[in-house]
């Protein structure tokens, strides 16, 4: 072997250096790069390396209370900020406000002692937790489901329910007492009475009925006095002296809207539809109106399904807008830009996009138009501009009766409340001449009012037929208020479909005019071009729009017959059930000859309404559909005002019903068929249902009250009666 020459060497000798530097690298480099501690994840980690641990960030906050709102339309969110409110005025309390969606529940079970849950808990449908609410509602009902101890135990836990729901539905407030039976057989115990709010009647006053006595339970369950809390503003309003006019949001709805950026449409980021066809459908508007209206989503990303519905965004009408300007003494100042920050984000995130001006956020932002409520009136009082209005105030705000008479009978917003208290005439144009002004902070207007919320419509369409339509069917609400000793009888416009209905007139070219045959009736008039003119391009008119999921399906196989009972408006998803028909009958058709239909199940719609030429939706429509699906659709119509009973009494779509009841029967029972219901839910629906329960338990040769609404029962667990109302 021969001698190494020099250069080899001194490459060998680098090599040996080079791995001994990479040996001992972590000694060598210790002050360049420190040691980190290993992270051993596990079920109780705290802080902020679990932002889904509740139990953490109460205590990182100091907060004593936990306040879980299970919210569909956000109105369970509101009033579990409300309590929240209530319990640091009161008592010096701090919360935390959870969505139970973003938190983990295992851990229910390490709430301190001196601490308290709240349970603020809507009822959807028919009797269903809110989307935001059904894994909670599962732990709940897991028998096998164990909390962090191992256990499905919560002794002692101290905790309080109120519950959100409707009289008018079968299953009222259903998930609010489902949460307190099973806190109790887990051992928690319940502080002051269960709340439950009607929304048919009132939700607020029924809320305002049951806090005080649950405070006062409260108080002694956690060993606090009242007044140890104090008045603290939830946000800081102020004026922006310079701010780029390309970032201040003048209506938009989102951050994307303002910047014109593309992303997914939906309740966060609503699109604004091109109006593409609009009509009138009642034969005789005198004194009403029916809006179809087709928005277009082409090139949106948005798409639907037969039974769907879709959220209309609409503003606030001039003529409010105007009079609470100028109450709030802010016309003169109504384009000045602000800035909104929240005090306690956790409490109270501010409810829209800023920074913005005082006319977007009473214009397009928060529900001036939604009657004023009892509650507010009290702290309103305070800025009253004499002690006479400060007095008419608080007595509307401590006497329930007054507010009934006055305030919710005579249909008053906020706006005119204080035009009242203030002695100035509420059938004037308000003025800044013929309207005092009050000094209520800026702050105090953005806690009391409601974020402006979406109005839903079920669609009338089906993408089958119209895969870039959405059709909406909107019966135009106006009605007159009920007049007492300060306030005498006024038009009241239901604030969606009359923006709609204004929507309609713009997009088709038409003169708008008065619909009633009162000279003291004024239509409301909207601001329907938009920020910044982005709802109207030339002669097109725009909507934003997004849409909500529904679980109002026709069953998959065309073989089950249906039944459909969808009287004035509630007939708006059929005609979408009966174009999916269309769709497919078509393509049955085209591939499988003239004969495709024949093992089809029969498809029944009853309809009602007042008279066949006054108000008959989509009375053209129906024989061509019947046409297309070759005798498998039939049409029942109950014309209230123009057909009679042998003694005079009016005939409605459950009359009809009990007269087709031999077909009924034998396509539930024998059929197994599927029942739909849409419309009104206090009279309508129930009295269907009844009449249902009658046909079921005869033909069972039983009664009503026993088969029959055994049976009703059956077919709704098994989602073969389900109901699309509202009341």
């Known amino acids: 072997m021969g001698s190494a020459s020099s250069s080899d060497i001194a490459i060998l000798a680098l090599g040996v250096g080079l791995a001994a530097v990479y040996l001992f690298r972590d000694q060598l480099f210790a002050a360049a790069k420190p040691k980190t501690a290993p992270v051993v994840a596990n079920k109780g980690m705290n802080g902020s390396g679990n932002p889904r641990d509740f139990i953490a960030k109460m205590k990182e906050g100091k907060k004593r209370l936990v306040i879980f709102y299970g919210s569909q339309t956000g109105t369970a969110e509101e009033y579990a900020i409300r309590i929240a409110k209530e319990a640091k005025q009161k008592f010096g309390l701090a919360s935390l406000v959870c969505d139970p969606e973003e938190y983990d529940f295992e851990n229910l079970d390490q709430l301190p002692e001196d601490c308290a849950a709240f349970f603020v808990m809507a009822t959807y449908g028919e009797g269903e937790p809110t989307d935001n609410a059904v894994q909670l509602m599962q732990n709940f009902q897991d028998e096998s489901f164990e909390f962090s101890g191992g256990e499905r135990k919560l ?359 008065l619909i009633n045959d009162s000279a003291s009736a004024t239509m409301p008039m909207y601001q329907i071009e938009g920020p910044r003119g982005a709802y109207r391009q030339e002669d097109i008119y725009k909507s934003p729009i997004h849409v909500r999921r529904s679980t109002f399906r026709l069953p998959t196989n065309p073989k089950s017959p249906v039944i459909m009972i969808g009287p004035g408006t509630g007939v708006a998803p059929f005609r979408g059930f009966v174009q999916e028909r269309v769709a497919l009958a078509r393509r049955s058709v085209e591939k499988n000859g003239p004969d495709a239909l024949a093992d089809w199940g029969r498809i029944s719609l009853f309809y009602g309404c007042r008279r066949s030429d006054e108000d008959y939706l989509y009375k053209d429509e129906w024989p061509q559909y019947a046409e297309e699906l070759k005798g498998k659709f039939s049409m029942h119509c109950a014309f209230s005002r123009e057909n009679y009973k042998p003694d005079g009494s009016k005939i409605y779509v459950q009359d009809l019903i009990w007269d087709d009841r031999t077909h009924i029967a034998d396509a539930i029972l024998n059929g197994k068929g599927y029942v739909y219901i849409c419309g009104e839910a206090k009279n309508m629906s129930k009295q269907v249902e009844d009449v249902l329960a009658r046909i079921l338990g005869e033909a069972k040769g039983g009664s009503a009250e026993v088969e029959g609404h055994a049976e009703v029962k059956l077919l709704k667990e098994r989602s073969r009666l389900m109901l699309d109302v509202w009341s």
């Open 155 to 513: 002794e002692g836990l101290k905790y309080v329910v109120f519950g959100l729901g409707n009289k008018t539905y079968e299953h009222y407030n259903s998930i609010g007492r489902t949460v307190d039976s099973e806190l109790t057989k887990m051992g928690a115990i319940r502080i002051g009475e269960r709340g439950e709010g009607d929304d048919d009647k009132s939700m607020e006053e029924d809320y305002l009925e049951w806090k005080d006595g649950m405070w006062e339970a409260f108080a002694t369950a956690m060993g606090v006095e009242e007044g140890q809390g104090g008045d603290s503003a939830d946000f800081a309003v102020s004026e922006l002296e310079s701010h780029p006019p390309e970032k201040v949001y003048l209506g938009e709805l989102s951050a994307r809207a303002l910047t014109k950026t593309k992303g997914i449409h939906d309740a966060k980021n609503p699109y604004p539809a091109p109006v593409a066809a609009t009509r009138e459908l009642f034969q005789n508007t005198k004194d009403r109106n029916c809006v179809h209206m087709e928005l277009n989503t082409e090139g949106s990303g948005i798409t639907y399904q037969h039974g769907d519905h879709v959220g209309v965004w609409p503003s606030n009408p001039d003529v409010e807008v105007e009079r609470i300007l100028c109450a709030l003494g802010l016309y003169h100042k109504r384009d000045n830009v602000i800035g909104i920050e929240s005090l306690d984000p956790a409490l109270a995130k501010v409810p829209f996009p800023v920074p913005t001006t005082y006319a977007t956020v009473l214009r397009h932002y928060i529900d001036i138009s939604a009657v004023a409520g009892r509650q507010m009136l009290g702290t309103l009082s305070k800025f009253a501009p004499s002690p006479e209005a400060e007095a008419f105030l608080k007595n509307l705000n401590t006497n329930k009766e007054e507010y009934h008479t006055v305030i919710a009978d005579g249909c008053l917003k906020l706006g005119e409340v204080l035009q009242l208290a203030a002695g100035n005439d509420l059938k004037a144009q308000p003025t800044t001449e013929n309207t005092t002004p009050w000094t209520i902070p800026f702050d105090i207007i953005v806690s009391s009012i409601p974020r402006l919320q979406p109005r839903y419509y079920s669609i009338s369409s089906s993408p089958k037929l119209h895969a870039n339509s959405i059709h909406v069917t909107v019966v135009v609400l106006k009605y007159q208020s009920i007049p007492s000793a300060h306030v005498n009888q006024k038009w009241v416009h239901g604030i969606a479909s009359n923006f709609l209905l204004h929507l309609k007139y713009a997009a088709s070219g038409e003169t708008l005019s």
